[in-house]
């Protein structure tokens, strides 16, 4: 059986799911806490980080971007990344966004420290941190609104990675209730037609041990 490695409320280890859903590639979820350190884990990944792929001839492919660009090759039925070298150019460009400067922007400022950061034991959230990551998250929802509104996924017409980038992020922070959905409707349009994808149900309807989601959480008429 196909193994991932992935760790819950990761945007990174949801973005890979999702891809895996979207080609209809069957797989075993296997939860792998980074925090707990365990050396068997290291021998597939010497970063320590994930998500990881095996497939089933034992091939291992470690990172979301591998990972990403690996599916996309070894199983191009449902394309994801465009059909032309723009549009190619385009999605990467988008997938660069999200993993990137929204992650370091929001994310990490957000999700990081009101979670991951108690698992490495790095003391208590920093309030401050959190704050600047609520205000940054205000520009992405206006780029996101303004992507929705020229297109009708945010790379074009169909369905992309840049999506799946944009939504794994999203729906991590929307678990811990931190999207002020009101702010741009053209952006909670956009998810809402990302959470009535079958690759995204069963990601929404999952829940975190101790913590719990807002009521519209796995909504998508929310």
């Given at each position: 059986m196909r193994l991932l490695y992935h760790t819950h409320l990761s945007p990174f280890c949801r973005?890979?799911?999702?891809?895996?859903r979207e080609k209809s590639l069957n797989f075993e979820l296997v939860q792998e806490n980074p925090w707990d350190k365990n050396l068997d884990f290291f021998a597939l990944n010497p970063a320590g980080e994930v998500p990881v792929l095996v497939e089933e001839n034992g091939t291992v492919i470690s990172g979301a971007y591998a990972?990403?660009?690996?599916?996309?090759?070894?199983?191009p039925q449902n394309c994801l990344l465009g059909e032309t070298l723009a549009q190619r150019a385009e999605v990467r460009r988008?997938?660069?966004w999200f993993d990137h400067k929204f992650d370091y922007e929001v994310t990490k400022n957000i999700l990081f420290e009101k979670t991951f950061k108690h698992y490495f034991g790095y003391g208590a959230p920093n309030s401050e941190t959190i704050r600047i990551g609520k205000q940054s998250m205000l520009y992405h929802l206006d780029y996101i609104g303004y992507l929705a509104s020229e297109r009708y996924f945010l790379a074009g017409d169909t369905l992309t990675l840049a999506d799946l980038a944009a939504a794994s992020h999203i729906s991590a922070l929307d678990y811990l209730g931190d999207i002020p959905w009101e702010y741009n409707k053209m952006a909670q349009n956009w998810y809402a037609l990302m959470k009535s994808r079958p690759s995204m149900r069963c990601i929404l309807a999952e829940r975190v041990r101790g913590v719990r989601p807002p009521a519209y959480y796995d909504n998508p008429d929310f």
């Open positions: 973005k890979i799911r999702m891809i895996m990972i990403g660009e690996y599916l996309e090759e070894a199983y988008l997938i660069d």
